[in-house]
T-cell receptor, first 111, second 115 residues
Framework: GENVEQHPSTLSVQEGDSAVIKCTYS??????FPWYKQELGKGPQLIID???NVGEKKDQRIAVTLNKTAKHFSLHITETQPEDSAVYFC??????????WGAGTKLIIKP | DTAVSQTPKYLVTQMGNDKSIKCEQN?????MYWYKQDSKKFLKIMFS???????INETVPNRFSPKSPDKAHLNLHINSLELGDSAVYFC??????????????FGEGSRLTVL
């Protein structure tokens, strides 16, 4: 079946450094790629998304890049802060309502 | 005012019991979902309703039965609870479904523990 692979499963970075999380999808029909952040004890929340007609999108300290040929997309967080500590999920959307989710990355920001 | 609210937040029960989790959204969305998140944080969709009509029904035991009395509510009833049902269950809603996948708004989750 279709799947999304997400790496790494855990990422520890020094406060102020950058963090990069990568995902690979298998469904060529996917055209929507959101990233969700889940803080402890809460539900996931959308932080940024990208559609297949765009290669890169930025929102302040976060950015997402998409390589449709290679079926890769990545989340970049610059100047990391303690509040960036959370679990991050990538997902890909095909034409059937349903998002296919990555397994999540636990991001730890070290002070 | 909470956009997607689900109750109860915590539920501890014995194997074999029947329990329900309720969800309400005040965003005016047409589509609602139930997700299960296991101990490894993996998110798995269980059901999706669009305007009270079931549109996604993943491979979930028939002990799980969703009910949508109106498009603002999607409840989850679980019969004959098993140890493996222990997880956090998330309700979510979105404005756009079908060919266009819209932002999901999640509730805060209901942690179910089966003893």
């Amino acid at each position: 079946g279709e799947n999304v692979e997400q790496h790494p499963s855990t990422l520890s970075v020094q406060e102020g450094d950058s963090a990069v999380i990568k995902c690979t999808y298998s469904d060529s029909a996917s055209n929507y790629f959101p990233w969700y952040k889940q803080e402890l004890g809460k539900g996931p929340q959308l932080i940024i998304d990208i559609r297949s007609n765009v290669g890169e999108k930025k929102d302040q300290r976060i950015a997402v890049t998409l390589n449709k040929t290679a079926k890769h997309f990545s989340l970049h967080i610059t100047e990391t802060q303690p509040e960036d500590s959370a679990v991050y999920f990538c997902a890909s959307g095909a034409s059937n309502y349903q998002l296919i989710w990555g397994a999540g990355t636990k991001l730890i920001i070290k002070p | 005012d909470t956009a997607v609210s689900q109750t109860p937040k915590y539920l501890v029960t014995q194997m074999g019991n029947d329990k329900s989790i309720k969800c309400e959204q005040n965003l005016g969305h047409d589509t609602m979902y139930w997700y299960k998140q296991d101990s490894k944080k993996f998110l798995k969709i269980m059901f999706s309703y669009n305007n009270k009509e079931l549109i996604i029904n993943e491979t979930v035991p028939n002990r799980f039965s969703p009910k949508s009395p109106d498009k603002a509510h999607l409840n989850l009833h679980i019969n004959s609870l098993e140890l493996g049902d222990s997880a956090v269950y998330f309700c979510a809603s979105s404005q756009v479904g079908g060919m266009n996948t819209g932002e999901l708004f999640f509730g805060e989750g209901s942690r179910l523990t089966v003893l």
